[in-house]
Nanobody
């Protein structure tokens, strides 16, 4: 498994927006974003398959959007209308096939997102 570096995290006020990104060195088919808040289990936030179909955790549906730039092998997560409950470390996952974080070809080291006034 190769570690990637995400970018775009930071501190934002409630209602604000952030856009996370991470790039893989090769073309990938399956991509996802996970997050883990202090004292909570890691959860799947959003995923996209090779055909572009997406699914979202119920708590972010309508606020977050996962997208992928295939020309640059870059994955994005646009996060709008952020709430304090979105505070967590966010990780990207990129893989040739659908995979868990333990199985993925590429796993991000994590970027902190903090939503606070």
């Amino acid at each position: 498994q190769v570690q990637l570096v995400e970018s775009g995290g930071g501190l934002v006020q409630p209602g604000g927006s952030l856009k996370l990104s991470c790039a893989a060195p090769v073309s990938i088919a399956y991509s996802a974003w996970y997050r883990q808040a202090p004292g909570k289990e890691r959860e799947l936030v959003a995923q996209m398959n090779s055909g572009g179909a997406t699914t979202y955790h119920f708590s972010v549906r309508g606020r977050f959007s996962i997208s992928r730039d295939n020309a640059n092998n870059t994955l994005y997560l646009q996060m709008d209308n952020l709430t304090p409950e979105d505070t967590a470390v966010y990780h990207c996952l990129l893989s040739r096939l659908p995979a868990t974080p333990e199985q993925a070809d590429y796993w991000g080291q994590g970027t902190q997102v903090t939503v606070s006034s």
